[in-house]
């Protein structure tokens, strides 16, 4: 039932976007789309809920609730970010808006920018340990949250490798090909 719950949450994520969007800049009612944008939340509640659920009338902690405190964390962690990517394309190709400013390609901005990008990955392993650890403590025995131990591990695993990668931005950064270097840095996403 979790696994198809997060399926669900995943699809639904993509309609209410794109839902959102259409009514935002097709039907121009910029407050409805808005309106649809921010019910998308309410899809890792009703997740967490249904989760919580799942652990208090008895089922076995394992790897569904690992990855449903995963793509809740995923979801805080980037959701706004894809959401607001997403609002300025659709705000460009719908509406006749400016052309989302492209992410910068060389130098610091660049590091920058990863950086951004890793603190979100970082918010998600953070807010995914904080519900994996409080659905430890709510089971309250070591021998049945093992796995919901590891999905802990692996959720900052996948931070530190992110991490290491965005790093790498500070250490080597690309430099501009000398035509590039003359003409006006692309503003970063923020």
């Known amino acids: 039932m979790i696994v198809t719950l997060i399926v669900i949450c995943e699809v639904g994520f993509w309609v209410?976007?794109?839902?959102?969007?259409?009514?935002?800049y097709l039907l121009r009612?910029?407050?409805?789309?808005?309106?649809?944008l921010l019910c998308e939340p309410l899809l890792e509640v009703l997740l967490l809920v249904v989760t919580v659920i799942d652990l208090k009338n008895g089922a076995e902690p394992d790897w569904k609730h690992?990855?449903?405190?995963?793509?809740?964390?995923?979801?805080?962690?980037?959701?706004?970010?894809?959401?607001?990517?997403?609002?300025?394309?659709?705000a460009h190709r719908l509406a006749g808006g400016p052309p989302p400013a492209?992410?910068?390609?060389?130098?610091?901005?660049?590091a920058r920018y990863e950086g951004r990008i890793w603190l979100g990955t970082a918010v998600g392993a953070i807010v995914a340990t904080v519900l994996l650890q409080t659905a430890i403590?709510?089971?309250?025995?070591?021998?049945?949250?093992?796995?919901?131990?590891?999905?802990?591990?692996?959720?900052?695993?996948?931070a530190g490798i992110h991490g290491l990668i965005a790093l790498t931005y500070v250490i080597w950064p690309k430099k501009a090909p000398a035509d590039e270097q003359e003409r006006e840095p692309v503003r970063a996403e923020r």
């Open 102 to 110: 492209k992410p910068p390609r060389h130098g610091m901005a660049r």
């Open 29 to 36: 009612m910029p407050r409805t789309g808005a309106a649809l």
């Open 66 to 90: 690992g990855l449903a405190a995963l793509y809740i964390g995923y979801t805080v962690g980037h959701g706004h970010r894809t959401v607001k990517w997403l609002d300025g394309h659709a």
């Open 137 to 158: 403590w709510y089971v309250g025995d070591a021998d049945r949250t093992g796995s919901l131990r590891s999905w802990m591990y692996g959720a900052w695993r996948a």
């Open 16 to 24: 209410l976007l794109a839902a959102g969007l259409a009514v935002r």
